[in-house]
């Protein structure tokens, strides 16, 4: 039996998208070794395949998270140094006996690359978001400029000392070339629509956009209530989340519950694990707060979605036609909220790329534009068309079973 090792970045925007194509792979007859936290564990059993948790203390979603909240993506790339530090040589000792017959890995997760070049193993990199290159930077004003400037200055000296220390300890062989972030593969697939990459000469021959990649089978974590109980179907959903890694912080949200508290809507404010929702006890009776919530049962009834902007984030959204507010909290995510802007299906709030605040008359203002001009609904609903374009997770399980040398399944 064909036998392939998955290590995963642990957190849902990386994971979910990961679940078709395992769980297609695993119909197929291959079996899948899923490596990630215990956090995942149910979700990774669902799909079929056999789960294998990280050592605790290595790296996780509250890590990632941390990292984000104080010094964002330079102290990630940080953090993800260090996990695979730690991580390969552990990996490497309970796959070399007996080696799979590839590596299947988040692009993030650099020490499933390295794993497969010290196993010589064929290498599939899954890009769940887009490449971003220098000429990124171009689209940034000044100030948020200087931001991203600021915040990288100081993370760097971490970052540094944490890659000659991972050289030291696995040799400067096993490093893929620069760039080492994202990390591509023989075989690398992006389980998104082509048209939200902007042209990068990396994406060649090896490069494969399948097109949206969502589960709708994955049961996801409760909330107290179902949510038709939560309001009832007079007036439309607002639905708001900045996702499960970035904190938004207690002034985003709150300036959400001044924003929206007149609103002609209802509104979920998903304010995440780091915060009580009973903190926001006080808000208006047309507003719920909850610290989760399972985000695409709530986006196939909402009318908008405020986002930060995370590819996972954005597509879900666009599957169900629903309209959004971008707030990016980073470069990333403002390409990919410009990229949706581009085509109707949404604004964007770029305030936070420079550590601005969000004024609640705007984004009330913001909000009820995406409400009143149906065509922002329309532009949705007419990408929500294209998000499967590229054949989705058969098409993926394809190009894998085509680098392995097997026949492709019909």
Not at 93 to 107: G, H, N, Q, T, V
Not at 329 to 342: C, K, N, S, T
Not at 368 to 376: G, I, K, R
Request: glycine content about 8%; some cysteine.
């Amino acid at each position: 039996m064909t036998r392939i090792v998955m290590t995963a970045m642990p957190a849902a925007g990386h994971v979910n998208p990961s679940a078709p194509l395992v769980r297609e792979l695993v119909r197929r007859g291959i079996d899948v070794i899923f490596y990630v936290t215990e956090e995942f564990r149910a979700v990774v059993e669902q799909l079929g395949a056999t789960f294998r948790a990280y050592p605790d203390g290595t790296i996780s979603s509250n890590v990632i998270a941390d990292a984000i909240a104080h010094g964002g993506s330079a102290k990630v790339v940080q953090r993800l140094l260090e996990a695979t530090r730690t991580l390969l040589p552990v990996l490497e000792s309970e796959l070399r006996e007996a080696p799979p017959d590839a590596i299947m890995f988040d692009s993030n997760a650099l020490w499933g690359r390295m794993l497969a070049t010290s196993l010589r193993r064929p290498a599939i990199s899954l890009m769940t978001t887009i490449l971003v290159d220098a000429s990124a930077f171009r689209s940034l004003t000044v100030r948020e400029r200087l931001a991203v400037v600021r915040e990288t200055a100081t993370s760097l000296p971490g970052l540094l000392g944490a890659r000659r220390r991972l050289l030291r300890s696995a040799g400067r062989d096993l490093l893929p070339s620069s760039p080492v972030f994202p990390t591509r593969g023989d075989l690398t697939i992006f389980p998104i629509p082509a048209w939200i990459q902007s042209p990068d000469h990396r994406c060649d021959a090896s490069s494969h956009f399948v097109g949206a990649s969502i589960d709708t089978e994955l049961r996801s974590e409760e909330i107290d209530e179902p949510l038709e109980r939560l309001f009832g179907d007079e007036v439309p959903l607002v639905v708001v989340s900045l996702g499960t890694l970035h904190r938004g912080g207690e002034d985003f949200f709150r300036s959400c519950i001044d924003a929206f508290a007149a609103l002609p809507a209802n509104v979920l404010l998903v304010v995440g694990r780091a915060m009580d929702p009973a903190d926001f006890e006080s808000a208006s009776s047309n507003i719920v707060v909850r610290a989760v919530v399972p985000l695409l049962a709530a986006l196939r009834q909402a009318a908008v979605f405020v986002t930060h902007g995370g590819m996972n984030s954005v597509l879900e959204g666009l599957h169900f036609g629903v309209p959004m507010v971008v707030i990016p909290q980073q470069v990333e995510q403002f390409l990919i909220g410009q990229a949706v802007a581009d085509r109707g299906a949404g604004l964007v709030l770029r305030h936070h790329l420079s550590g601005q605040k969000i004024g609640t008359r705007e984004l009330r203002a913001t909000v009820e534009a995406l409400l009143d001009d149906s065509s922002y609904t329309a532009s949705a609903r007419t990408l929500a068309a294209t998000l499967h374009e590229g054949g989705g997770a058969m098409e993926a399980a394809d190009q894998i079973e085509r680098l392995l040398g097997e026949p492709a399944a019909m």
